[in-house]
């Protein structure tokens, strides 16, 4: 049976439907030696080539770990930088690759899924999933009632109406407030931009939920674990995927020393 492309090599672990389109619009894929296209399909028969080296179509090992991001790393593989990335402390996945289930900027730490499952991702990103991301913040001062409804209901950012599905007040003392904020979306720093366009500044973000997973108090910033597999049946829930038939088996809860932090390139 032959499956479009993308679906294959995202189910492979090789990265995301996205990463995948557009390595195929760049002409990097090919099947049986012709240049591949959008919309191209291949099956168990048929040679699929990455930058001309062979791949292997069958899946590989679903594996999903959490991960607590500090502020100051990047979540991008290489950084032309030199700055510390997510990637440097995960563990290495033979025959596969780890993909990011969204991204946090530089300054904001907190819960980052990995998955070498390229489906799973995609499904977990994709906006009709609508899947809740939970944040806590902390806002310099008390904020007005009228300004927490006016989140709740809607503002206007550059690209286009953002609001937050429900926000939490969490205390605070002297100039620092803390607020838990909801939102179903994961645009490019939208909650601090939501934030900001109400007047208002963020000193700290955390993300602390994605969808049925929270962030464990007990793992430390830099240190990773395997989900648990009631963790993991309610996350392939939450992205409309068939629970694993694994998630009775121990899961593997290791955590790695973060590297040494080094020091940002000059500019």
């Not at 994605?210 to 830099?222: A, D, E, Q, S």
Request: aromatic share 4%.
């Amino acid at each position: 049976m032959k499956e479009r492309l993308q679906k294959i090599l995202a189910r492979a672990g090789l990265g995301s439907r996205r990463e995948i389109e557009d390595w195929i619009r760049h002409g990097r894929v090919a099947v049986n030696g012709r240049v591949a296209k959008l919309g191209d399909q291949a099956g168990p028969d048929d040679r699929v080539t990455l930058d001309g080296r062979p791949v292997r179509i069958r899946p590989a090992e679903r594996r999903v770990i959490l991960y607590h991001k500090p502020a100051g790393e990047v979540c991008t593989r290489r950084d032309p930088e030199g700055r510390p990335t997510v990637f440097r402390n995960l563990p290495r996945v033979k025959g596969a690759r780890w993909i990011a289930v969204g991204r946090l900027d530089l300054n904001t730490s907190g819960l980052m899924l990995f998955t070498t499952d390229g489906e799973l991702a995609n499904r977990l990103m994709h906006p009709s999933q609508e899947i809740e991301r939970e944040y806590a913040v902390r806002v310099l001062g008390e904020v007005p009632p009228e300004i927490l409804e006016a989140l709740r209901q809607g503002v206007e950012l550059e690209d286009g109406l953002a609001r937050f599905e429900s926000i939490t007040d969490a205390g605070g003392e002297g100039a620092n407030h803390w607020y838990h904020v909801v939102l179903r979306e994961g645009r490019y720093r939208e909650v601090r931009r939501l934030w900001e366009a109400a007047g208002v500044t963020v000193s700290r973000l955390m993300r602390i939920r994605f969808g049925p997973v929270r962030l464990p108090r007990n793992l430390r910033t830099g240190h990773w674990r395997e989900l648990t597999g009631r963790e993991l049946n309610a996350l392939l829930t939450a992205a409309g995927m068939a629970p694993s038939p694994k998630a009775g088996t121990p899961h593997r809860r290791r955590t790695r020393r973060p590297s040494p932090t080094r020091k940002p390139a000059r500019r």
